[in-house]
């Protein structure tokens, strides 16, 4: 019993992985060489234009842009701390498991203590990698809401609506990678109750991420006209 479910560690584990990682990385080429054909891309061209909007007009806009950038920052700061708290979690189970459950007649020696372990860890570095993520997209975020409201002209040499659009995109996909640690997190928890749960989570994550992230009617309605200038 004990080699069948370790042959299946070995064959669905790394499956179900390199599902992800596949669809990921075909994500990530979508994104760069055809945009508008993920909602990512789209959600992207919609924000520099956006920003365009936002720097014609600081005085006006200069609230409406800050309160914008606050959001998010909000929504960054509440992931960030909800990962931080899960990892500081999972640090003191994984720290305390051999004390605790070694005596417990369920437990399949020191073997199976540190393969738990061994899978509660690899769930504390997709929290430790959303923590990492978001903090860096509140960084990016902060730093945007400063140059949102300064008027352009030769006062401030250097500062675009393509400079300040950099800065928020990079907030942006740094959140995004937080929110994808989150769900890579789904997977390897249930790879505590076993192999095969982990596996059939991890294609249904891929073809559910698959329908959330495709832009199909955007891209024939959309830009239609072509894509804005950068």
């Known amino acids: 019993m004990a080699w069948s479910e370790s042959i299946l560690d070995v064959v669905l584990v790394p499956s179900g992985l390199l599902v992800l990682l596949l669809y990921h990385g075909q994500l990530a080429y979508r994104i760069w060489k055809h945009p508008n054909s993920t909602v990512i891309g789209v959600n992207d061209l919609n924000r520099r234009v ?42 003191v189970l994984i720290t305390n498991k051999k004390s605790t459950f070694t005596e417990s007649p369920l437990v399949l020696g020191d073997q ?18 959303a923590f990492f993520c978001n903090v860096q997209a509140v960084r990016y975020y902060c730093h945007a809401s400063f140059l949102l409201n300064i008027p352009l002209g030769d006062t401030a040499p250097g ?3 393509v400079y300040v659009n950099r800065a928020i995109t990079r907030g942006t996909h740094f959140w995004s990678l937080g ?20 596996f059939v989570c991890s294609v249904i994550m891929a073809v559910l991420l698959h329908f959330l992230d495709t832009a199909k009617d955007f891209n024939k309605t959309l830009y239609a006209d072509g894509l804005p200038d950068s």
């Open 50 to 91: 956006w920003v365009c909007t936002m720097m014609s007009d600081s005085a006006k806009n200069g609230v409406l842009s800050v309160q914008t950038l606050r959001n998010n920052i909000m929504a960054s700061t509440l992931l960030a701390t909800a990962a931080i708290t899960l990892s500081s979690l999972i640090a």
């Open 159 to 161: 500062l675009t609506p």
């Open 179 to 198: 929110l994808r640690a989150f769900y890579f997190s789904f997977p390897l928890f249930l790879w505590l109750f076993g192999p095969i749960p982990m």
């Open 112 to 129: 199976g203590d540190l393969v738990s372990s061994l899978k509660l860890l690899a769930v504390l570095v997709c929290f430790l990698a």
